[in-house]
């Protein structure tokens, strides 16, 4: 690599996690295969010896490149702003929005299963979770099917770490794991309380008719994920 300042580096590391997390938005949520790939090459490269030039370690922002990932905090934030898909949204930013939600647990999830504590993105966990169990989307309660499946995948692909969490009672600073208008409990984040706020939501929703066969299906295996991760 020739590059010669941090910014130079920056650059290149925006253009590569964007053209990583594009291809999370395109795997299909149930590609179990080709998502733990991409988590997989997301976690080696947490790996990859120090990048040096000129014989300083290269840092982005003061992250270390490569074992911090600098730049893809940013990159994922900004696809979270820019991919976030409801109903009302077009088939495929719906399909992409459930995908990305797919990848995110699942990355969360194995981070968690090799012991580290970075990168964290169980804040979107509680964002996409919150938007769903959380929330009266629509009229009389019944709720948005594309926020609902993101809401799913979570519980399908990262219980385990979730009810950690809960247990754990991890905090974040400020409002922005706040409980759902659903709520008036003073939720800052993960707590035993409001996981069990969502099992139940879960378990009504399973009970629930719902026109939409994927979407009845992904929620009763969230559910069916969430009791056994209790065992």
Known sequence: ??????????????????????????????????????????????????????????????????????????????????????????????DRWVNINAFTSDLVETVAAAHKTDPDFSLYGIWTIRTSLEEDSKEEGKPDVTALKAAAVWFIHASNTLLDFCKQGKQFQGKVAQAGSLYRGEFNGFSTERWQAWVVRLKKLAEADNPDEEAKQLVQEALKAAEQAQK
């Open 1 to 94: 690599m020739r590059t010669r300042s941090s910014s130079e580096i920056e650059g290149l590391l925006w253009r590569e996690w964007k053209a990583v997390i594009k291809v999370a938005f395109t795997t299909s949520f149930a590609d179990d295969e080709w998502r733990q790939k991409l988590v997989g090459f997301v976690m080696d490269v947490k790996t990859k010896p120090v990048l040096e030039s000129s014989g300083e370690v290269c840092r982005v922002h003061g992250q270390t490149v490569w074992v911090d990932l600098p730049v893809f905090g940013a990159a994922m934030r900004e696809a979270w702003d820019v991919g976030t898909a409801s109903d009302a949204s077009d088939k495929d930013a719906q």
